[in-house]
C-alpha cells in the first residue's frame, strides 16, 4: 500500500527565515513518482515539483528546494527566505500501482 | 496550461437529494480523480478512471458513483446526500507515463459542497 506522512500538521515562521517540510512515503514499486503541491487560501492545489524514482538529484527552483533521498524515502522541501505569499498549505504525494496517495499537508504560516 | 473545471463552486443541498459534481477536462488525459478534502483527514480518493466507462474504487467510494461517458468529463454522483458527506470536493486528471505511474495531477478548483 502507498503512504505518505508529514509529520508535522502546522508551522509558523517569521518573514525571511527558512523552512523545511518533511515527507516520507512508502511503497512497494519499484517506479513511482512523487509530488509537492500548495494550496494557498483560495483552494486549488498547485502543481510544483515531480520526482521520479530513478533520479535523486536534488533540484532548486528559485527560493524553492527538494532533496530526494531514496534510502531514506524521503522527499523533503524547503523554502528559503520564506514571504508572506507563502502561506499555504503544503502538500506531498505518491504516484504508483493505481494509487495517486497524499499526506495529510503542512499548514505553513510565515508572519510579516 | 492544463485546465481542470468543475461545475460548481459552492453547493447547498438537502439530505436525501440526489447530487451531481461535473468535472471537465481540457488535455486529453487518460487519468481522472474525484478526491474530498476534510480538515486533519487531507485528500482521500473516493474514485478514480483510467479510460472512459472504466473506473475504479479509492479508498472512499461508500456513498459515492461515478460515471465517465467522455474522455474529458468525469462526474461525481451522490446518490442520497448525507449530512456526512459536506466536504470540498477536488476533481483532478493526470496522464500515464511510459514507466507505468500517473504523473503529476492537475485540480480543478473545488467545490464546496454542504448538505443540510
Known amino acids: 500500500a502507498q503512504k505518505v506522512t508529514q509529520a508535522q500538521t502546522e508551522i509558523s515562521v517569521v518573514e525571511k527565515e527558512d523552512v523545511t517540510l518533511d515527507c516520507v512515503y512508502e511503497?512497494?514499486?519499484?517506479?513511482?513518482?512523487l509530488f509537492w503541491y500548495k494550496q494557498p487560501p483560495s483552494g486549488e492545489l498547485v502543481f510544483l515539483i515531480r520526482r521520479n524514482s530513478f533520479d535523486e538529484q536534488n533540484e532548486i527552483s528559485g527560493r524553492y528546494s527538494w532533496n530526494f533521498q531514496k534510502s531514506t524515502s524521503s522527499f523533503n522541501f524547503t523554502i528559503t527566505a520564506s514571504q508572506v505569499v507563502d502561506s499555504a498549505v503544503y502538500f506531498c504525494?505518491?504516484?504508483?500501482?493505481?494509487?495517486?496517495?497524499f499526506g495529510k499537508g503542512n499548514q505553513v504560516v510565515v508572519i510579516p | 496550461d492544463v485546465k481542470v473545471t468543475q461545475s460548481s463552486r459552492y453547493l447547498v443541498k438537502r439530505t436525501g437529494e440526489k447530487v451531481f459534481l461535473e468535472c471537465v477536462q481540457d488535455?486529453?488525459?487518460?487519468?481522472m480523480f474525484w478526491y474530498r478534502q476534510d480538515p486533519g483527514l487531507g485528500l482521500r480518493l473516493i474514485y478514480f478512471s483510467y479510460d472512459v466507462k472504466m473506473k475504479e474504487k479509492g479508498d472512499i467510494p461508500e456513498g459515492y458513483s461515478v460515471s465517465r461517458e467522455k474522455k474529458e468529463r468525469f462526474s461525481l454522483i451522490l446518490e442520497s446526500a448525507s449530512t456526512n458527506q459536506t466536504s470540498m470536493y477536488l476533481c483532478?486528471?493526470?496522464?500515464?507515463?511510459?514507466?507505468?505511474?500517473?504523473?503529476?495531477?492537475?485540480f480543478g478548483q473545488g467545490t464546496r459542497l454542504t448538505v443540510v
Open positions: 483532478a486528471s493526470s496522464l500515464w507515463s511510459l514507466q507505468g505511474a500517473w504523473t503529476e495531477a492537475f
Open positions: 488535455m486529453d488525459h487518460e487519468n
Open positions: 511503497t512497494r514499486d519499484t517506479t513511482y513518482y
Open positions: 504525494a505518491l504516484s504508483g500501482n493505481n494509487r495517486l496517495a
